[in-house]
């Protein structure tokens, strides 16, 4: 089964650190990415980051990037110099086929100030 | 430009209206989708239209009813809703299935529907 995990359901961190998401997969795919959705209380589903499987570099995009552990079907989100904007319900994401994601549940990130 | 335009933002509805929801998007994408999201969860797909066609139904109700009149533009059509239909509605698009595991979902801000 195609599946994604997300094992923290809430996490925070001070203002200005670094903060990591993890999440784990499972798929039978071959050639795909892999997703960081960022929702805030905005509610809009905003892209953060991608990662290409076959790809052994992981991805950076700003302060955003990841840890892809592809034998491990691991891919986390380290978040640095944290602000206060990036508070959001942060959700990791794989494709199933061409056109479904498989969601993790989702990591409630709070910034402390 | 990435951008996804719902309307209305917000939408209170009788159980025994009909109203609809309505999605936007110029990047020329030639997939689109709607989304059921319940507070605190990920979203659920419901429909997905490719070419302007329906492929994919993910055993959805009746009183949803989508519509995509043309490559832009995809319709949620509502009536006879239930309370527990209450949620936010998401609709996404992206370039299309022959990219593989390689199609982007870029999302809208979607609708929050009450339904009383």
């Known amino acids: 089964a195609q599946t994604v995990t997300q094992s923290q359901p809430e996490m925070s961190v001070q203002e200005a650190e670094t903060v990591t998401l993890s999440c784990t997969y499972d798929t039978s795919e071959s050639d795909y990415y892999l997703f960081w959705y960022k929702q805030p209380p905005s509610r809009q589903m905003i892209l953060v980051i991608r990662q290409e499987a076959y790809k052994q570099q992981n991805a950076t995009e700003n302060r955003f990037s990841v840890n892809f552990q592809k034998a491990a079907k691991s891919f986390s989100l380290k978040i640095s110099d944290s602000q206060l904007g990036d508070a959001a319900m942060y959700f990791c994401a794989h494709p199933l086929g061409a056109q479904k994601l498989v969601f993790g549940q989702g990591t409630r990130l709070t910034i402390n100030p | 430009d990435t951008e996804v335009t719902q309307t209305p933002k917000h939408l209170v509805m009788g159980m025994t209206n009909k109203k609809s929801l309505k999605c936007e998007q110029h990047m020329g994408h030639r997939a689109m989708y709607w989304y059921k999201q319940k507070a605190k969860k990920p979203p659920e797909l419901m429909f997905v239209?490719?070419?302007?066609?329906?492929?994919i139904n993910e055993s959805v109700p009746s009183r949803f009813s989508p519509e995509c009149p043309n490559s832009s533009l995809l319709n949620l059509h509502l009536h006879a809703l239930q309370p527990e239909d209450s949620a936010l509605y998401l609709c996404a698009s992206s370039l299309g299935p022959l990219l593989g595991g390689k199609n982007i979902q870029y999302f809208g801000a979607g609708t929050r529907l009450s339904v009383l």
């Open positions: 239209y490719s070419y302007e066609k329906l492929s």
